[in-house]
């Protein structure tokens, strides 16, 4: 079992900037971290992933060069740097991670059935 617990969420005017933490426990040697988003009336979409191993990321195409995912293996925790923030960031954002699979395949990185264990949320609110 992995614990993941987020934090870091909040209200921000747009082209500011906020950093997201999860903190792993538990059965903590995963794969790899990744970051998803929810939109209210829309589906649960892949944001970042990092592998433990080798620091590998990827970013979803609206977020690469603003957001930047980091990891610290010694405290088992992932982040979630976010700058020039945008209405259209606004959302839940949840932290999940991988057990199992250390693969660079986007078609598996970004489906949501490819994590295994997922935090409850942080809020995340960008104001125009």
């Known amino acids: 079992q992995v614990q993941l617990v987020e934090s870091g969420g909040g209200l921000v005017q747009a082209g500011g900037s906020l950093r997201l933490s999860c903190a792993a426990s538990g059965r903590t040697i995963t794969r790899a971290m990744g970051w998803f988003r929810q939109a209210p009336g829309k589906e649960r979409e892949f944001v970042a992933r990092?592998?433990?191993?080798?620091?590998?990321?990827y970013y979803v195409d609206s977020v690469k060069g603003r957001f930047t995912i980091s990891r610290d293996n010694a405290k088992n925790t992932v982040y979630l740097e976010m700058n020039h923030l945008e209405p259209e960031d606004t959302a839940v954002y949840y932290c999940?991670?991988?057990?199992?699979?250390?693969?660079?395949?986007?078609?598996?990185?970004?489906?949501?059935?490819?994590?295994?264990?997922w935090g409850q949320g942080t809020q995340v609110t960008v104001s125009s």
């Open positions: 999940a991670a991988d057990t199992r699979f250390d693969i660079g395949n986007t078609y598996y990185y970004i489906r949501p059935r490819s994590y295994d264990y």
């Open positions: 990092i592998s433990r191993s080798s620091g590998s990321t």
